[in-house]
T-cell receptor
Framework: SAVISQKPSRDICQRGTSLTIQCQVD?????MFWYRQQPGQSLTLIAT?????????ESGFVIDKFPISRPNLTFSTLTVSNLSPEDSSIYLC???????????FGSGTRLTVV | AQRVTQPEKLLSVFKGAPVELKCNYS??????LFWYVQYSRQRLQLLLR??SRESIKGFTADLNKGETSFHLKKPFAQEEDSAMYYC???????????FGPGTRLSVLP
């Protein structure tokens, strides 16, 4: 199955700053997904990133706050901008894995905003 | 809109006892259903998918379209089964996932 490297694994950031999270896949994938997992909550889809086109955002998430890049078929970044304590969460990237016929997840980035 | 519910936030059983983690869904089409597991300090990983009708680590799950359920079962729980379990629904191949709220399974010695 696909292997995803996600970094950083954790970070502590000041209010008003931004954090960029990177996700590298060991195979080419059409779609990459970014999720947020708030403390004690389930996973919520932020956006779907397709190579060569604008990301598609879910209701409640906007590009200005969560800009996404997808420069090629193996890499994507998610930036969480203008950070506030409410952004403290785990952020995960995911890809659809044809070999396992399921979604494979990165190890997650634990963000704490102080 | 599709929705996944897992009524139990926490389920505690003794080692060797049967365990059933409940999952119900609402979706008008033909969903694809999955169970994901997250062990302590590990990444979220696929446990089961309904189309495979497989048994992984002794767990099975049957899709019941009449009851719109996809409960996860294991006849004899082991301590290493303690983890967070998420039921998830997809509209189809590679389509968006909707996750349930999760159930934390604690298997007591």
């Amino acid at each position: 199955s696909a292997v995803i490297s996600q970094k950083p694994s954790r970070d502590i950031c000041q209010r008003g700053t931004s954090l960029t999270i990177q996700c590298q896949v060991d195979s080419q994938v059409t779609m990459m997904f970014w999720y947020r997992q708030q403390p004690g909550q389930s996973l919520t889809l932020i956006a779907t990133a397709n190579q060569g086109s604008e990301a598609t955002y879910e209701s409640g998430f906007v590009i200005d706050k969560f800009p996404i890049s997808r420069p090629n078929l193996t890499f994507s970044t998610l930036t969480v901008s203008n950070l506030s304590p409410e952004d403290s969460s785990i952020y995960l990237c995911s890809v659809w894995d044809r070999t396992s016929y399921g979604y494979t997840f990165g190890s997650g980035t634990r963000l704490t905003v102080v | 809109a599709q929705r996944v519910t897992q009524p139990e936030k926490l389920l505690s059983v003794f080692k060797g006892a049967p365990v059933e983690l409940k999952c119900n869904y609402s979706y008008s089409g033909s969903p694809e259903l999955f169970w994901y597991v997250q062990y302590s300090r590990q990444r979220l990983q696929l446990l089961l998918r309904h189309i495979s009708r497989e048994s992984i680590k002794g767990f099975t799950a049957d899709l019941n379209k009449g009851e719109t359920s996809f409960h996860l079962k294991k006849p004899f729980a082991q301590e290493e089964d303690s983890a967070m379990y998420y039921c998830a629904l997809s509209e189809g191949y590679g389509q968006n996932f909707v996750f349930g709220p999760g159930t934390r399974l604690s298997v007591l010695p």
